[in-house]
Structures are given as structure tokens and as C-alpha cells.
């Protein structure tokens, strides 16, 4: 599989990747947002798609879930709002969504789509690499779409050596046992945990996220790492300033 | 067909373990050692001699001989309500702490709807010295409040979920973010027969002393060992599953469940998985569930906290699915009227989730000869206050 996830990677190190919720603050934001990313300097973009029960998040994407809900987000909505985002957004865009919607628009119909937009991954955090490789892994590689596993530092290394062999485009790698939400600094065992994946030497590049605030969590999730991505910080940054400031929190990350 | 779980933690289509990847080392630690912790001798022993001089098993099988005649049928009470605690739910909490004490935990979590599951977990905490920490949705903070001060009085804390509906799907997804925060020290004790695999399987042989002792029973009173139909309440699904457990491959068992249809099924307020859900992801489990088009988790209405639930349990789901079992739902006031009735005619107080149970009779005649055994999951003490409201007593 080759697509601008691993043309990104290939090109660029310390990659600064952005997660938002799609259809929040406003239903019609989403696409404002992704391209106001772009020009800030952002390399990549996640972009949530709302779940009633998110049960990976913290309270702040958990908030901005219900809201966007509220506002009257869907997966049919979502995927009518990016149909002409490749007109002017080249980097690559990742979709991070449950399982659950994915699985009633229908997984090869959600892929369809997806390709056809233009988006080169998905993250599901609750479809394990079990469940992929018996039942999706042939529709996403039909659709080329890369699909990103999540490791924790609770991961053994036969697994994170499993995981490294399935995965496409990169390796999400969480950055402590928790849910998401910002944390202003990284302890050691956060450090020892970036330094002893990277000995593995893994052939997929690896991506930090959960925990990602400012410009030293950044930096110190990237000294070990290809990239990282701020998700809770930024949808707070949202919350307080609006889509008008979002260069002003990329500014400070780098 | 069958009936138990498979090698792969499904039953039928329904099942499996879809969990972040934050949960799967808890969860195969589980799932690699529950049948063998469960099936050790040592631990067997621990395990009955609690629920003989703690719990208090067996529980008696009663005939109910006022309310037989009343609907022209042989009715039994499996008496659930009478474990210490007050329900069905303390038999999965002795088996899993003990489990989670194998395992070296140290601390537990759980959640809880109507409190029921809340206070027999902070019970066996405070039994093992154990500390604990209970996930409630406000609004069943509310509405089951003796239940609560249980808990706190045990030693364990209450902590309020706040998102969504605030009721037990709620609480669960806290108990579940509570774990992923709490990897190595935490056992999450699940309170019903739902969750990633193994949960359900877990909770279902725990909670299968339940038709292990109406076989027994049943072969004393009426000289058989299998009733013609048993009857439970699904909230999850746990003491419906206990319930059945031995009867699953006995085709001359007829297995009734009864799901909560809160103001009506077609009121846009209740919580007849059954009838208004269908296949889709909750808690880690791929099961019948209530939701919108888009797969977003319906948020389900029962007048008792403890079927308010938007899904089932993966074995119940595949009950329905193969047409096993034949599901019912009773309305709000339907359960209240049986309640009732069965404190009037029997002097026996249910808890409202039972008493959806106990509406079964009225909705549905059984014949003269045929034996009807009804799990009395647990009883009313914790819904004294909306027996009273509803009935202005
Ligand atoms: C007395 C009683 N019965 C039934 C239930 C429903 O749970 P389950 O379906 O797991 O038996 C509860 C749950 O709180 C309960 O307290």
C-alpha cells in the first residue's frame, strides 16, 4: 500500500498530526477546520467521527462527541461534507470513529466512500487486529485504505511485533494507560516506554498520541517517535478561541 | 444447535471481544485463566462454602400456591431474594473477587444500576478487604437511594456518571475508562452477562447455581428434574442466564424472557432490546442493541433501573436470534400491578425488575398441569419509595 500517509512519512520526520470532531462547535465547521490545519502547517488530520458512547475518551472529546451529535452530525452528513475536500487539502486525512457506525453504514460501503473522498486511513480503536485480519483487512486493502493500530505500554512485544506486521501507514502509539486528555508534562515512565519501542526497530513508523498538550509534550513525544498527535488540547483550544485562532495553537506547538 | 459459548467467545453471530487495545491485556489475562482458576478444586471449595454459610444457598424453590391457583397453573419461586444482599448478583461478585484475588488484584471496580450489583460488590469488598469504587448514573443515584447509602456504608465510594443518559450504560462506560486508566492493580467485576468475551461466560457459570439447584429441587417436589418453562427478567441478562443455564439443550424446557417495555414498546421510551434492537457493538460486545440508523446507542427507558439497558447480553441475543427462547416485554405499570400482587397474594415483595418477570402469567396462560418456574431475582426493599409513589400507599 502506498498512499500520503506513508508518502508523509517517508518525507517528513516529527510529523505534527491533529485530531478534531467532526460537526463541532458548529455542524458546518468541519471543513473549515481541516483546511484552516492545512495552511497553519499541520501535517496530518484526524478527524473524528462522533460516537454516543466513546469509550477510549476522556471528558473533553466525549463532550465535543455529544455536541456534534447534537448539532446533528451522521455519517452520511460527515461524508457529504469531504466530498470535495481534495479540491485544495492534500495531506493526509485519517478517519477515528467506533466501530459501531462503521459497522451499520456497512464496513466495505464505508471503505467505498472513504476511498473515493480521498481518505488514505482509519483509526477504530475497538476492532482489534483479531477481528481485522479475519473479517476487513482484504476490503481495506481493496480500498487502500491504511488501517492504524493503537499500542499502550502495556503491550507485550510479540504482540507489538504483531501489530507492526498488519498495520499500514503508521503505528498509533498511546502514551500512557489512560483515557484521552491533555497532560502538561510526560513523566519517566512515558520516556522509557518511547525509548524501548524504539529499540524494537520496527518497520512501521510510530505516532504518539494521548497526552499531547504543547510544545514539550510534542517534543518529547517525537524524540523517539516519527510524529504526534494532539487531540483533547486542541478541541479545547476550539472550545475557548473558536476556528478564527487555530494557527495561534499551532504556532505554539512549533 | 448450541447454546454455550465457543472456543472464539461466541454464541451463534453474537459475542466476541471488541475493546480498545487499552483493554487487552486485562482482558486475556481473564480470558486465558478463567476456566482454569474456575475449575480448580481449591477454588470450587472457597467458592461453594461461601455461598452456603455466606450467602446463604441453596435458596429455597417455593410453590406459590395462592398465586397458582389465581392463574390455573403449577408456580414456582426460585428465591433469589433471599441471598444476603437481596438478589441474584451476589453469586457472580463472590466468584469474581475470588478470581481477582487469584489474580492478584487489589483494588475493584463496578458498575451498577439498581444498586443491586453496587452493594453485593462492596460487599465481598469489604468481606476480602478490598477496596472499591462503584460507577452509578446519577438519575439511578436518585432513584435508588437505599442502595447507595449500602454502598457508602460498606466502605465503598460512589462515583456519579454524568454523560449520556446517566443511567447503567453510562456507568459502564466509566467503570470501563476507569479500568483502561487502572491497568495492572483493577478488576472490573461486570455486574450481568454482558461485555467482552469472557465476561459473559464468566458471569453465566457463576451464575448458574441458580437452575444447577432447580434441577435438584424440582426433582424432590414434583419428581422431575426440569420445569416446562423458566422464566427471568433481562436487564443484561445474568440471572436470566443462571436461570436457564442447565436447561439450554433440554428442547422440553421452554425458556422465557422478559424485557422491561417501559411506557410501551412503540412509546419511544422503553428498553425491549428484542423488539427494537438490532446487531451492533456495545461494551465490547457484539449483541442485540437499541439504536439509530447512524449506530448511535439509543438511550433506553425502564420505570427499574436495573433493566434499563439498551442491549443484552450475546447469549440472550442468540436465544432470540434461533428462536430458543421466546421473549416477552411488560410495561412499567403492568410490572407495578404484579409487584403488587405478589406482595398481596404471597406476602413476598419483589424488586421492580423481578416484577416484570411476574407479569408473565397475565400476558401469557400456561396450562394446568404444565410447572412454571420464575426466578425471584431479588427483592423490593430498594423500591419501596416508587412502589409508594406509583400506588399512593
Ligand atoms: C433484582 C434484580 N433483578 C434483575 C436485574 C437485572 O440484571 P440481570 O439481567 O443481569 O439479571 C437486576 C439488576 O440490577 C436486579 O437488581
Excluded at chain 1, 153 to 182: L, N
Excluded at chain 2, 185 to 208: C, E, L
Excluded at chain 2, 328 to 334: G, N, P
Aim: hydrophobic share 40%; proline share 4%.
Amino acid at each position: 500500500m502506498n498512499n500520503r500517509i506513508h508518502a508523509k512519512l517517508r518525507e517528513q520526520k516529527k510529523v505534527l498530526s491533529i485530531y478534531f470532531t467532526a460537526g463541532y462547535p458548529k455542524l458546518e465547521d468541519t471543513t473549515r477546520i481541516i483546511r484552516e490545519l492545512q495552511s497553519s502547517g499541520v501535517d496530518m488530520i484526524e478527524i473524528g467521527l462522533p460516537f454516543s458512547d466513546p469509550l477510549a475518551d476522556g471528558p473533553t472529546i466525549q463532550d465535543s462527541s455529544t455536541k456534534a451529535l447534537h448539532n446533528g452530525m451522521t455519517t452520511e452528513k460527515l461524508f457529504e461534507q469531504l466530498e470535495d475536500i481534495r479540491e485544495d487539502v492534500d495531506i493526509p486525512l485519517i478517519i477515528m470513529g467506533y466501530f459501531n457506525p462503521m459497522l451499520q453504514y456497512g464496513v466495505e460501503a464505508f471503505c467505498k466512500r472513504c476511498a473515493a473522498i480521498g481518505i488514505d486511513g482509519l483509526i477504530i480503536p475497538d476492532l482489534p487486529v483479531e477481528v481485522y485480519e479475519a473479517s476487513y483487512k482484504d476490503i481495506f486493502e481493496t480500498y487502500g485504505l491504511a488501517n492504524i493500530f493503537l499500542i499502550t505500554p502495556q503491550t507485550s512485544e510479540a504482540r507489538v511485533r504483531k501489530i507492526d506486521a498488519t498495520s499500514e501507514g503508521f503505528i498509533y502509539m498511546v502514551s500512557s494507560a489512560s483515557v484521552t486528555g491533555a497532560k502538561s508534562t510526560f513523566g519517566n515512565a512515558q520516556e522509557e516506554y518511547f525509548d524501548r519501542i524504539a529499540a524494537l526497530n520496527l518497520e512501521t513508523p510510530r505516532i504518539v498520541g494521548f497526552g499531547i498538550s504543547n510544545a514539550e509534550t510534542f517534543n518529547t513525544a517525537t524524540k523517539k517517535a516519527d510524529g504526534a498527535i494532539i487531540g483533547s488540547a486542541f478541541i479545547k483550544h476550539l472550545t475557548h478561541h473558536g476556528v478564527e485562532k487555530i494557527k495561534d495553537f499551532i504556532a505554539a506547538i512549533r | 444447535m448450541s447454546y454455550h459459548v465457543d472456543q472464539n467467545g461466541y454464541y451463534g453471530n453474537f459475542g466476541g471481544a471488541f475493546i480498545p487495545e487499552m483493554l487487552y491485556p486485562n482482558v486475556e489475562e481473564l480470558r486465558t485463566n478463567y476456566l482454569q482458576i474456575m475449575n480448580d478444586p481449591s477454588f470450587k471449595k472457597d467458592f461453594d462454602q461461601l455461598l452456603k454459610d455466606y450467602v446463604g444457598r441453596p435458596t429455597p424453590l417455593y410453590f406459590a400456591k395462592r398465586l397458582s391457583e389465581k392463574y390455573g397453573t403449577r408456580i414456582y419461586f426460585k428465591r433469589e431474594d433471599l441471598n444476603h444482599t437481596g438478589a441474584h448478583k451476589v453469586n457472580n461478585t463472590i466468584g469474581q473477587i475470588l478470581l481477582a484475588r487469584k489474580l492478584g488484584k487489589k483494588r475493584i471496580i463496578a458498575e451498577t444500576g439498581a444498586g443491586q450489583h453496587g452493594v453485593a460488590t462492596a460487599t465481598v469488598c469489604a468481606l476480602m478487604g478490598m477496596q472499591c469504587v462503584v460507577y452509578m448514573g446519577e438519575i439511578d443515584i436518585a432513584r435508588q437511594a437505599p442502595n447507595v447509602a449500602r454502598m457508602k456504608m460498606l466502605g465503598a465510594e460512589v462515583r456519579p456518571a454524568l454523560s449520556g443518559s446517566r443511567t447503567l450504560k453510562d456507568a459502564t462506560n466509566e467503570a470501563i475508562r476507569d479500568w483502561i486508566n487502572n491497568p495492572l492493580d483493577t478488576h472490573y467485576i461486570i455486574g450481568s452477562a454482558i461485555g467482552p468475551h469472557p465476561y459473559p461466560d464468566m458471569v453465566t457459570r457463576f451464575q448458574s447455581v441458580i437452575s444447577e439447584e432447580i434441577r435438584k429441587q424440582l426433582l424432590e417436589k414434583e419428581g422431575r428434574d426440569y420445569p416446562d418453562h423458566v422464566v427471568a427478567c433481562i436487564g443484561g441478562g445474568s440471572n436470566a442466564a443462571g436461570s436457564y443455564y442447565h436447561f439450554l439443550d433440554d428442547t422440553r424446557v421452554n425458556i422465557i424472557a422478559v424485557e422491561a417495555a417501559g411506557k410501551g414498546i412503540d412509546s419511544g421510551e422503553s428498553a425491549a432490546t428484542s423488539a427494537l434492537g438490532r446487531e451492533g457493538i456495545i461494551h465490547g460486545c457484539k449483541t442485540l442493541l437499541m439504536q439509530t440508523d447512524d449506530g448511535q446507542i439509543t438511550e433506553p427507558y425502564s420505570i427499574s433501573a436495573g433493566l434499563d439497558y439498551p442491549g443484552v447480553g450475546p447469549m440472550h441475543a442468540h436465544l432470540y436470534a434461533s428462536k430458543r427462547g421466546e421473549f416477552i416485554s411488560v410495561t412499567d405499570d403492568d410490572a407495578m400491578n404484579a409487584g403488587l400482587e405478589l406482595t398481596r397474594l404471597e406476602g413476598i415483595i419483589p424488586a421492580i425488575e423481578t416484577a416484570h418477570a411476574l407479569a408473565v402469567p397475565q400476558q401469557r396462560p400456561f396450562k394446568k398441569d404444565e410447572v412454571v418456574v420464575i426466578n425471584l431475582s431479588g427483592r423490593g426493599d430498594k423500591d419501596l419509595n416508587t412502589y409508594i409513589d406509583h400506588f399512593n400507599l
